[in-house]
């Protein structure tokens, strides 16, 4: 990871899951990282709304000009990147897994900035499919950032750990069947052959 928001944030996640395969909502402390909260955000679960924000940290709502809250995360990404952000978002429910992706926000005057952004889950009063947890942040701070809005986010590369070393599901919820998501196809041995399209990225089932 590059970004110093990104590698706090999934440290402290890390640490506090313990052996579980995600801590519960009630156990993020904002005092256990208060020097990158305002990179940080919370999603529900919902893909159907997009993945409203549920909280957004000063410098993430800073980045693009307004207040997040209840926005659609989903929505501040444009095609095809929008389809394959919320795939990368149902994969990290449904894997318990931790996705890394690189972004390039645009500006409406073609200035652009390095980002970089990643989603952990989490438990919500015993749920799975409740919540997620991210950071935003970029990798170099440009003098205008903060003065000049990012209206558009692209993907630029993408990458799902799993904490434990390897793909471990949750449980399914009542109202949700466990994701069925056979190889893409065979590229050859070992983790290769566990390769598998989300959106329009090929990612290897890997471990930290």
């Keep these: 990871m590059k970004a110093v928001a990104t590698r706090e944030l999934f440290a402290y ?11 519960e909502r009630s156990d993020i402390d904002p005092g256990g990282i208060r ?4 990179d940080t955000f919370i999603l529900e ?6 993945f409203p924000f549920r909280l957004a940290g ?3 709502c800073d980045l693009v000009g307004h207040e997040l809250k209840d926005e ?9 990147d929008r389809r394959t952000i919320v795939d990368t978002a149902q994969n990290v429910a449904d894997d318990a897994a931790a996705a890394v992706i690189g972004a390039v926000g645009w500006t409406d005057l073609a200035r652009r900035v390095d980002l970089e952004l990643c989603i952990l889950p989490l438990r919500h009063r ?6 997620l947890l991210g ?6 701070t ?27 599901a949750f449980a399914p919820t009542p109202d949700r069947a466990p994701p069925m998501t056979p190889p893409l196809h065979t590229l050859g041995g070992g983790a290769l052959s566990a390769a598998r399209r989300i959106g329009r990225f090929l990612v290897l089932d890997g471990g930290r």
Excluded: K, Q
Excluded at 13 to 23: H, I, L
Excluded at 45 to 50: K, S, V
Excluded at 126 to 131: K, P
Excluded at 135 to 140: G, I, K, R
């Design 72 to 80: 659609a995360f989903a929505d501040l990404w444009t095609d095809p």
């Design 45 to 50: 679960m919902d893909p159907r709304r997009g």
């Design 142 to 168: 440009p003098h205008w950032l903060g003065a000049c809005p990012v209206t558009r986010f692209e993907m630029t590369s993408l990458r799902m750990i799993w904490p434990t070393g390897r793909r471990r």
């Design 35 to 38: 020097s990158i909260l305002s």
């Design 135 to 140: 950071a935003l942040a970029p990798v170099e």
């Design 58 to 60: 000063s410098r993430v």
């Design 13 to 23: 996640w890390n640490d506090v899951r313990g052996a579980r395969a995600a801590p």
């Design 126 to 131: 015993g749920r799975t499919h409740a919540r």
